[in-house]
């Protein structure tokens, strides 16, 4: 496991935790003003949330992946919906991935744009991620396409943008995610594989993908070989060395949260099969 805050100064908003048989990687939403809206904060919310799935994780009764986020977003909305505006589209909100091997399989659960990386041991990486936040966004940014930056008209087009995206959230036709409502992880994309058609499972945030797209790296069976070289770790130094040449350039992206989870040591008998 490895974790990195984007920039000096500010909290680090993901969340990565694991207990026996189970992981679990949030990505923060570091929205502009949610600090008036919510007291507590982005990395309060993830922290907070992570914490309450690790423990419904540890019990091992065999509940589903949706359930369980269901009921650990109820939690945290109850634990502070006295206080702040939790309904409000800008508040506390995270992207979730979630891995479980319970009997022969290993459970998963992608809500909004966080990446599994499944590392079959036939047929190369089988990527997993929710692409609607990514193509409700590129919807909502196209009346910005031949608007001069840094212009009133680009400023005000782009607030508009941003409204319409946030009209999207968690609404039918648009993307899901963790936020104060739990019938979001119904909108997860889940699935279910064979223990044994695995050699591992990386879990990636979306500022560590970056090492794929759009900064173009390596490739997805590059990422494995280089988790397996020099682990999640090595991951975000190659996003940090592309970010660094790429600061100050236009159209730099602003440097994100990284962070990267990298299961290889899968329950299994000692004849080689999945434990029952």
Same mark, same amino acid.
């Given at each position: ?27 923060? !939403? ?47 909305? !109850? ?73 009133? *008209? ?32 119904? *909108? ?81 008998? *000692?004849?080689? *099969?999945?434990?029952?």
């Amino acid at each position: 496991m490895a974790t990195s805050a984007g920039r000096a100064g500010r909290p680090n908003e993901d969340f990565l935790g694991a207990v026996p048989g189970a992981a679990v990687l949030l990505d923060g !939403a570091g929205i502009p003003g949610t600090e008036s809206i919510c007291a507590h904060g982005v990395a309060w919310y993830t922290h907070r949330l992570g914490g309450a799935l690790l423990g419904r994780l540890s019990r091992d009764d065999g509940r589903d992946l949706v359930s369980l986020l269901a009921a650990a977003i109820g939690e945290i909305a !109850a634990a502070h919906r006295g206080t702040c505006d939790i309904a409000h589209p800008a508040s506390p909100q995270a992207t979730a991935a979630i891995v479980r091997a319970h009997r022969d399989r290993l459970d998963h659960l992608v809500l909004a744009d966080s990446f599994l990386v499944l590392d079959q041991v036939r047929g190369g990486p089988q990527v997993v991620t929710d692409e609607r936040e990514v193509s409700s966004r590129r919807l909502c940014s196209a009346p910005l396409d031949g608007v001069v930056p840094g212009t009133p *008209e680009y400023d005000r087009v782009r607030e508009s943008c941003v409204e319409a995206l946030r009209a999207r959230r968690n609404q039918p036709g648009g993307y899901w995610i963790a936020k104060d409502d739990p019938r979001a992880a119904e *909108e997860a994309v889940t699935g279910s594989r064979p223990l044994h058609d695995l050699d591992g499972v990386a879990l990636l945030s979306n500022g560590a993908s970056r090492i794929v797209s759009p900064y173009g790296l390596t490739d997805w069976p590059g990422v494995l070989e280089l988790l397996a070289v020099h682990g999640p770790a090595g991951v975000i130094r190659r996003v940090r060395q592309a970010e660094a040449r790429a600061t100050g350039g236009p159209g730099a992206p602003v440097p994100d949260d990284a962070t990267v989870a990298h299961c290889t040591h899968l329950p299994r008998s *000692e004849a080689g *099969e999945p434990l029952p």
